[in-house]
């Protein structure tokens, strides 16, 4: 069978349809391969929260052809400003828009989860020799010399050349391939709200990006759909008991405003307007460590399955569709020359040192926002010397 499959067309299986379900689905399918995606949910769709995208992602995007659909959905920020939570007083700015295009080739865009995956599955459901099945939720994988066989929990089993898990932080595929546990709490939790910037008193409405740093915790908020909406990301330190693969927890408004009782009157102004909270425990892994860890046989993980992390660099869909990326490019290769593991080995090799870089700069950007005391006022002088010169990130924008 190998000899036969190697003339054919690959055939790639996908566990989960998330962001990075559907990305490899778009890259595999462009590269040539036949794909067929399995998502566990009865309907394809993602959280009400928002994705900041820098120009390393926009870039793949323009590329798919999704440059048309992304500008009718998302908004293009002018600039990036960091305030202190408690003061109020600007840190830092980088400048976005038009520079960060001269900079980098793309824009910084923000966007609406649902809106991504929407351009994304609306994407692949264009494309020929795509299977998209809901409602199957993979339990087992067999991965062999010809051929990797997929068993779901109805007792389906189908065959393929290639698994790609993008299952997720909870990934099945990771459990059985790594056997490596479960993810780790990071003991933060994260309160997000989406609401129309019409809601808001003019003086809070915005369309920049600004982080709001403060002792023990941060406050994100950016637009999204066009600039109708306003996403807010509050993070604290705290743990909830139970539930921690639920990224939908209902959130008690008045913790969070406890939370952030000592805060400037500006930052206070906006956590006090938003009426409705939800609430994400959040969890990683360690970064990466070697290329076995992301594919190993016919099988590859990507995004969040492989590494998941702390958003604190705002890069975890953003590596995933990087991920996705660098498989089409390997499986375009798929020739019979090469073969299917040894394709998927390549990717990992490419991949997985940028992947732990952007994990553990996560980390530290977490730990540098939550300073407190003598080493808080360190980092804000630092940002008010350097500014853009510490809030740019090149070797991460311009890409792998
Ligand atoms: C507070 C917060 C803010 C963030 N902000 C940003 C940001 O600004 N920019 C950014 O780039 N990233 C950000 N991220 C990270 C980003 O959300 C994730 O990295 C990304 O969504 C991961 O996508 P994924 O497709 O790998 O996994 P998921 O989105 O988890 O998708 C996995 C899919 O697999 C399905 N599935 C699971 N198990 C099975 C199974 N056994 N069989 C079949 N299907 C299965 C699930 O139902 C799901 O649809 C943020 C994360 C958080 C928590």
Same mark, same amino acid.
């Given at each position: 069978?190998?000899?036969?499959?190697?003339?054919?067309?690959?055939?790639?299986?996908?566990?989960?349809? #998330?962001?990075?379900?559907?990305?490899?689905?778009?890259?595999?399918? =462009?590269?040539?391969?036949?794909?067929?995606?399995?998502?566990?949910?009865?309907?394809?769709?993602?959280?009400?929260?928002?994705?900041?995208?820098?120009?390393? @992602?926009?870039?793949?995007?323009?590329?798919?052809?999704?440059?048309?659909?992304?500008?009718? @959905?998302?908004?293009?920020?002018?600039?990036?400003?960091?305030?202190?939570?408690?003061?109020?007083?600007?840190?830092?700015?980088? &400048?976005? #828009?038009?520079?960060? @295009?001269?900079?980098?080739?793309?824009?910084?865009?923000?966007?609406? =989860?649902?809106?991504?995956?929407?351009?994304l599955l609306a994407a692949l459901q264009q494309r020929e020799r795509v299977q998209l099945r809901l409602r199957h939720t993979l339990e087992t994988f067999e991965s062999g010399a010809?051929?990797?066989?997929?068993?779901? %929990?109805?007792?389906?089993?189908?065959?393929?050349?290639?698994?790609?898990? /993008?299952? #997720?932080?909870?990934?099945?595929?990771?459990?059985?391939?790594?056997?490596?546990?479960?993810?780790?709490?990071?003991?933060?939790? /994260?309160?997000?709200? *989406?609401?129309?910037?019409?809601?808001?008193?003019?003086?809070?409405?915005?369309?920049?990006?600004?982080?709001?740093?403060?002792?023990?915790?941060?406050?994100? $908020?950016?637009?999204? &759909?066009?600039?109708?909406?306003?996403?807010?990301v509050a993070i604290v330190h705290g743990h909830v008991h139970g539930g921690l693969e639920d990224w939908d927890h209902s959130a008690n408004t008045a913790d969070l405003q406890a %939370?952030?009782?000592?805060?400037?009157?500006?930052? &206070?102004?906006?956590?006090?307007?938003?009426?409705?909270?939800?609430?994400?425990?959040?969890?990683?892994?360690?970064?990466?460590?070697?290329?076995?860890?992301?594919?190993?046989?016919? !099988?590859?993980?990507?995004?969040?399955?492989?590494?998941? *992390?702390?958003?604190?660099?705002?890069?975890?869909?953003?590596?995933?569709?990087?991920?996705?990326?660098?498989?089409?490019?390997?499986?375009?290769?798929?020739?019979?020359?090469?073969? !299917?593991?040894?394709?998927?080995?390549?990717?990992?090799?490419? =991949?997985?040192?940028?992947?732990?870089? !952007? $994990?553990?700069?996560?980390?530290?950007?977490?730990?540098?926002?939550?300073?407190?005391?003598?080493?808080?006022?360190?980092?804000?002088? /630092?940002?008010?010397?350097?500014?853009?010169?510490?809030?740019?990130?090149?070797?991460?924008?311009?890409?792998?």
């Amino acid at each position: 069978m190998g000899q036969n499959r190697s003339l054919m067309t690959t055939q790639v299986l996908i566990a989960g349809g #998330g962001i990075g379900g559907l990305a490899a689905g778009l890259a595999c399918s =462009r590269a040539g391969c036949q794909v067929r995606l399995y998502e566990r949910a009865e309907a394809f769709g993602e959280v009400g929260a928002g994705i900041q995208m820098g120009p390393n @992602v926009v870039r793949l995007l323009q590329g798919w052809g999704l440059d048309a659909a992304l500008r009718a @959905v998302a908004a293009y920020p002018e600039r990036l400003q960091v305030r202190h939570a408690l003061s109020g007083a600007e840190l830092g700015v980088l &400048r976005l #828009g038009q520079t960060t @295009v001269q900079r980098y080739g793309a824009p910084y865009a923000t966007i609406h =989860r649902a809106d991504l995956h929407q351009l994304l599955l609306a994407a692949l459901q264009q494309r020929e020799r795509v299977q998209l099945r809901l409602r199957h939720t993979l339990e087992t994988f067999e991965s062999g010399a010809e051929a990797v066989r997929l068993r779901f %929990a109805d007792g389906l089993e189908v065959e393929g050349d290639a698994l790609l898990g /993008a299952d #997720g932080l909870w990934s099945r595929v990771r459990s059985q391939l790594l056997n490596d546990g479960p993810p780790r709490v990071a003991g933060h939790l /994260a309160y997000r709200a *989406m609401l129309p910037q019409a809601s808001l008193p003019a003086a809070l409405r915005s369309q920049q990006v600004t982080a709001w740093l403060g002792p023990r915790l941060h406050v994100v $908020q950016y637009p999204v &759909r066009g600039g109708a909406w306003l996403n807010v990301v509050a993070i604290v330190h705290g743990h909830v008991h139970g539930g921690l693969e639920d990224w939908d927890h209902s959130a008690n408004t008045a913790d969070l405003q406890a %939370a952030l009782a000592h805060t400037c009157g500006a930052l &206070r102004a906006l956590i006090e307007a938003v009426p409705d909270w939800r609430l994400w425990v959040l969890c990683d892994r360690p970064p990466l460590t070697s290329a076995d860890q992301m594919a190993r046989g016919r !099988v590859a993980l990507l995004g969040d399955a492989a590494h998941p *992390m702390r958003p604190y660099l705002a890069q975890g869909a953003g590596m995933a569709i990087e991920d996705a990326a660098e498989l089409g490019r390997q499986l375009a290769q798929a020739d019979g020359v090469l073969d !299917v593991p040894t394709l998927l080995q390549r990717y990992a090799l490419n =991949r997985w040192q940028r992947n732990a870089r !952007v $994990q553990a700069r996560s980390i530290r950007n977490g730990e540098i926002f939550h300073l407190q005391g003598p080493l808080a006022w360190g980092r804000d002088a /630092a940002l008010r010397l350097l500014g853009e010169r510490l809030l740019d990130v090149p070797w991460l924008y311009q890409g792998p």
